[in-house]
């Protein structure tokens, strides 16, 4: 299928990036413009040599247990719930559903537990709700990390046209995060990447550079893996069904 052919032209030009020295800053809005490319893979574009481990969805049913955990239990920050029965996996893609009542899904990689790295994951939305939100992240290993650490290398908001990166690197305060964003059309394909090295942390928009961090404060201390989420923010209004599709998660070295 087309989704899983490597792009042949990096279409667009120029690199929007964000420095994490210092206090967290604010969003770029010069990286508020609408991306060109036709969906080049980061891991193509610079070089990154075969995957190590992933998931191609190339099965159908659940996600592959030896995997991926599946989530079950209450939602993001106590709203709604997480079940394994939003998620399911057919046409080469895995599909994330989320329904009128908040009821969404999730996963966490069970491979590629590690420090440092580079993840590269095909996404598409439906033109969702603003209540429901994707989001592809790093998350950390056994569930803890003295600076609340997590890397959303992709991430949906109520703002239906922009996806952005955050990068949380502690716990809380004014200046908890470096973030930057980018208004994209999240219905089409697009590849987004994460490279962490002891130099920092650069994230990839469809092979272009859109955020670079290397204040080594800012740094996860612990190593960290692959999740899938579709998050629900409800607020008071009528919720419509929404969902994701990722079409394949690789990691490289």
Known sequence: MFAKRTAAVLAAAGALALTGGGAAPALDRRAAVTAISDGTQTAVARGWGPAVAGDEFSYAGAPDPAKWKVYKGPGHAGKGI??????????????????????????????????????EARMKTSA????????????????KSPTCAEIDYAEGTADTTQIKFNLHHAC????????????????????????????????????????????????????????????????????????????WIRVYK
């Open 82 to 119: 997480r079940s394994p029965m939003a998620l399911a996996v057919g046409g080469g893609v895995v599909t994330v559903r989320g329904n009128a009542a908040g009821t969404t899904g999730g996963m966490s990689a069970r491979f590629a537990h590690r420090q440092y790295g580079r993840w």
């Open 128 to 143: 969702r709700d603003p209540k429901y939100h994707p989001v592809l992240l790093l998350w950390p290993n056994n569930n």
């Open 172 to 247: 809380s305060g004014p200046n908890f995060q470096a973030r930057a964003a980018r208004r994209i059309d999240t219905t089409q394909w697009h590849n987004y990447a994460v490279e962490w090295t002891p130099a920092g942390i650069t994230g990839y928009l469809d092979g272009l550079v859109w955020f670079t961090d290397t204040n080594p404060t800012h740094q996860p201390r612990v190593g960290m893996h692959q999740t899938v989420q579709l998050d629900w923010f409800p607020n008071g209004t009528p919720t419509k069904p929404s969902q994701i599709q990722i079409d």
